[in-house]
């Protein structure tokens, strides 16, 4: 692992206290990448990502959460990757700032229950609709409910890991339908 000391204030609390760190990876199923963090010495402001080194084809994976040792079936989510769980409506979609993570189906559905509460926070006239969410996930967690996690990513560095997902490549209309998570630019007119 590489850890350098950052010339450059934290974008959380101006202060210069960034600490860079960069390890290589071999990840099963997907090759060589380099893992990535960005963390503030002074407030703990934390940027992770994952960027990978092999070219993949478009994927699309789907695994069945029927009880609750399928919790531990790791997650793996490139910047450009999108995340569904139909029976709970939920979807995590790339975004500019869009973080890469490797967890379990339960660190999944934590990360949606920490926007849940957030939503409830900010929105009180959501509760009830937010309740039932919350109530959905604690079904699914103790394997009271079957639920899917859906995994598609466009630039195939996303995936679920288990013997027990169905998977095949996205034909070019779901590709088309996807966001990259990345910036980019179109300009017209120029050939």
Same mark, same amino acid.
């Given at each position: +692992?590489?850890?350098?000391?950052?010339? !450059?204030?934290?974008?959380?609390?101006?202060?210069?206290?960034?600490? %860079?760190?960069?390890?290589?990876?071999?990840?099963?199923?997907? @090759?060589?990448?380099?893992?990535?963090?960005?963390?503030?010495?002074?407030?703990? %402001?934390?940027?992770?990502?994952? &960027? +990978?080194?092999?070219?993949?084809?478009?994927?699309?994976?789907?695994?069945?959460?029927?009880?609750?040792?399928?919790?531990?079936?790791?997650?793996?989510?490139?910047?450009?990757? !999108?995340?569904?769980?139909?029976?709970?409506?939920?979807?995590?979609?790339?975004?500019?700032?869009?973080?890469?993570?490797?967890?379990?189906?339960? @660190?999944?559905?934590?990360?949606?229950?920490?926007? $849940?509460?957030?939503? +409830?926070?900010?929105?009180?006239? &959501?509760?009830?609709?937010?309740?039932?969410? $919350?109530?959905?996930?604690?079904?699914?967690?103790?394997?009271? &409910?079957?639920?899917?996690?859906?995994?598609?990513?466009?630039?195939?560095?996303?995936?679920?890991?288990?013997?027990?997902?169905?998977?095949?490549?996205?034909?070019?209309?779901?590709?088309?339908? $996807?966001?990259?998570?990345?910036? !980019? %630019?179109?300009?017209?007119?120029?050939?």
């Amino acid at each position: +692992m590489v850890e350098t000391v950052l010339d !450059t204030v934290c974008p959380v609390c101006g202060e210069k206290s960034l600490i %860079y760190r960069a390890e290589e990876l071999d990840l099963p199923y997907f @090759g060589k990448c380099l893992q990535t963090t960005i963390i503030c010495r002074n407030c703990g %402001y934390r940027h992770a990502d994952v &960027m +990978m080194l092999d070219v993949n084809e478009p994927m699309f994976y789907e695994f069945l959460v029927e009880r609750e040792e399928d919790l531990n079936v790791k997650v793996v989510r490139a910047t450009s990757g !999108t995340i569904e769980i139909p029976e709970i409506g939920a979807k995590i979609e790339p975004g500019p700032l869009s973080e890469s993570f490797i967890t379990t189906v339960e @660190g999944v559905l934590n990360r949606i229950v920490d926007v $849940l509460v957030q939503i +409830m926070h900010d929105t009180p006239e &959501m509760r009830d609709k937010v309740n039932d969410i $919350l109530r959905k996930i604690g079904y699914i967690k103790h394997g009271r &409910m079957k639920a899917h996690i859906i995994v598609k990513d466009p630039l195939g560095n996303s995936a679920i890991l288990s013997n027990r997902v169905r998977k095949r490549r996205l034909n070019e209309e779901e590709i088309k339908e $996807l966001k990259l998570g990345e910036i !980019t %630019y179109e300009l017209r007119g120029i050939k």
